[in-house]
């Protein structure tokens, strides 16, 4: 097997364990039913996700600081925009990158994920995608969207 492949399995399985965490971590919180005086359900942040996946999966978080806070519904991963969509809000979007070749295809992705306002982004570094772009980092801090990397 040669490196490459050893890394795009290395990639995946990061990504998959990821999506696990929180899909656990947001059924337990239903299933404890932890409520407020609302009826609602305390959430699972971007915040409670870095405590978590920070040092296990080496996430970093580059921009969209002032959304640390931002709850976390659900857990997509995408490599096209056609399923944001379908966004109900506060989901968050994870992707390898495979689907977003330029700069600008990034940009619309972040554009969609602020229209049907997703919780966060979480790229997947090292497959398709090796350096986030700087205007992509600036517009997620400008919109208040965490844009994170494993």
């Given amino acids: 097997m040669g490196a490459d492949s050893k890394n795009q399995g290395k990639n995946m399985c990061c990504q998959h364990k990821i999506y696990d965490i929180i899909r656990w971590k947001i059924r337990k919180l239903y299933s404890m039913g932890l409520g407020n005086e609302k009826g609602g359900f305390m959430s699972f942040t971007i915040q409670d996700m870095m405590l978590t996946a920070e040092t296990r999966y ?74 986030v772009p700087e205007e992509l980092k600036a517009y997620c801090d400008e919109n208040d969207l965490p844009l994170l990397t494993v």
């Fill in 58 to 131: 080496e996430m970093k978080f580059l921009a969209g600081k002032n959304g640390w806070s931002n709850s976390i519904s659900w857990v997509h991963l995408l490599e096209d925009t056609t399923i944001i969509q379908n966004f109900w809000g506060k989901e968050l979007a994870v992707t390898t990158g495979l689907g977003f070749p330029e700069k600008e295809d990034w940009m619309h992705l972040a554009q969609q994920l602020n229209r049907y306002h997703a919780s966060g982004l979480v790229i997947n570094v090292g497959q398709y995608i090796y350096e």
